[in-house]
Each structure stands twice: as C-alpha cells, then as structure tokens.
C-alpha cells in the first residue's frame, strides 16, 4: 500500500511539472531570446498545423490598418474613387478607397488610397503593383512606406526617362507599348493637362529595372506617332539650365578691386577676381568703427584768392 501511495505522489508532483513548464510565462520566456527569423518559421509552421492558430495569426496581423493600406500614385485627372476601387476589388474586399482631390477647385491631384479589409489583400495587390486605370499605369506600394521607403525606388533616377517630342494623338497606351519591348514598365503615362486634358507633348515611363531603361537610351528607333521622340533619363531633364534672359536695365559689369585691405562687398578674400554684378544695385556702407582713419600729414592752408567782381550791363 504505502508502494502505490508513494507512486500516486510522484505522478501528481510530476504533472504538476508539466503544467508549469508548459504554462504562458514559461513559454515565453523561451520566445522572448529567439530572432525573428525563427519566430515567424514556429509560427508558421504551427498555423500549418492547427486551423486555430492559423486564424489567430491572419486576425492579429489585420487588426492594424498600416499593414492594409496602399498608396497608388500615377492616376489620370479623370479617374474617380468608384473606378480606382473597382480596380483594385479583384485582390479581396476593400474597407475604403478614395482619390484625393484639391480642395480649391475640386480637381484629383493624381493619387489616392486604398484599405484592404484583411493584410492578405493588400499582399497579393503588391504582387502586382502596377495597373492600367483610364488610360494610365498607376502604381502602388504600402502608404506606410511613403516614395522613398521601399528599396525599389533607391534606384529610381536610373530607371525613369523623360520621353518629349511627343505627337498630341499618342496615348498613354500607345507610348507603354512601344516602350514595353524593352522590359517591365512599373509605371507611365502620357502628361496631360489639368484644365483640358489635352497632352503636353511629353510624358514618363519607369521600368523595373535599369537594364531595360538603358536598353531604351539606346535603341536607336525612337520614332512614335510620325514624330521623332527624346528618350533620356527624367533625373537629367529636370536638371537642365535654362538660359534667363536679363531685363534691359540690368548691364552686367565687373566692379574694380578694392585697394589691399578693403575686401569688396561679398568678397571672400581681398585681391581675387571681381565677380559681375548687375548694376544698378545698392552696396551696403561700411561701418566708421570697422575702418580706421588713417592719420592725415599736415598740410599748408591754402590763402584764399580774391576775384574782381563784375557787374553785368544791362
């Protein structure tokens, strides 16, 4: 008897044991040294398994709206918040999308959002990023991250050209055919004016990569619309000079040097090159206590000379 009381203790004692290396705090404190890496594979593999988990893990990654929410750039002047909707609903059910518009005269600035009601929809919409709304190959990328967050824009200058000289009859549609026999377009479009929605003769197109931008610099036909384009990237031609022309009242000259001692006006150092200046244009004076007098030699006093005084007729 006292042999199977003393074995009934021990069972007890040891599942007590079992209890509490199996209990939250003690799992967590083997979790809590683990990496990522490691953490989401157990995750993973444990949503795998159970059915329960696996809904636990969608709905804790859901519950924050900056894992649902895109920011889609690249929209046509006309595209309304119905239809940027309907585009993007084929990846799961929305919990709201709208474009922004300006609030002066009502018109879209050419961007909106979108919020996906579970984090899975908002995964497979970035799967595919770009999309053909109206006419334009918007894009789309993670509202959190912003235009300069994702890695894929770090490379940005190198991948999108400036394409000018365009006919007014090309489209949008036109100019991301031509130029998407050289590789993936992530975005272009045509510019079109807001007013009139009419092209201005020059748009934009981004590819995935900056082997096929370059293969598009160097494809020697660049004829679209029976008109001879400009391809070149868009980094160099916003940075182009403009030539200003100056009013006729502003001559520019070169102001003498100072005497040794006496830098110019906005001269670093004294003696150097005179720079032009556009004249006419107010120079500052100089204050008495930062330039000395120097001492005067004495000099005779000069007499006065008389001079006769004439009376004019009349």
Known sequence: ????????LEDASGNDDDISRNSEDHLRSLLEPLAKPQLVDLLAKLGSQYPSIAEEIKGVASADPVH???????????????TLRAAFSEHGEIEEGAVIYE???????????????????????LRAPSKLIDGRLAVCNLAAEGLSGTPATLDLTQRKLYIGGLSPNVTSEMLLHFFGRHGDIEEGSVAYDKDSNESRGFGFVTYRTVEAAKKAID????????????VKLADSHKGR??????????????????????????????????????????????????????????????????????????
């Open 241 to 314: 000079t403009v030539q200003t022309q100056l009013p006729p009242a502003m001559v520019p000259m070169a102001l003498p040097l100072a005497p040794p001692g006496y830098p110019q006006p906005g001269k670093a150092h004294a003696g150097t090159t005179p720079v032009g200046y556009g004249y006419p244009q107010t120079i500052a004076a100089y204050p008495d206590s930062s330039y000395p007098i120097p001492p005067q030699p004495p000099y005779p006093a000069q007499s006065q000379i008389p001079y006769p005084y004439y009376i004019g007729k009349q």
């Open 219 to 230: 494809d020697p036909q660049k004829t679209l619309g029976g008109r001879n384009i400009i």
């Open 103 to 125: 609030k002066a005269n009502g018109k879209s600035r050419g961007y909106g959002f979108i919020t996906y009601k579970h984090m899975e929809s908002t995964q497979c919409a």
């Open 68 to 82: 649902r929410k895109l920011f889609v750039r690249g929209l046509a002047w006309n595209t309304s918040s119905e």
């Open 1 to 8: 008897m006292e042999d199977v009381k003393k074995r009934k």
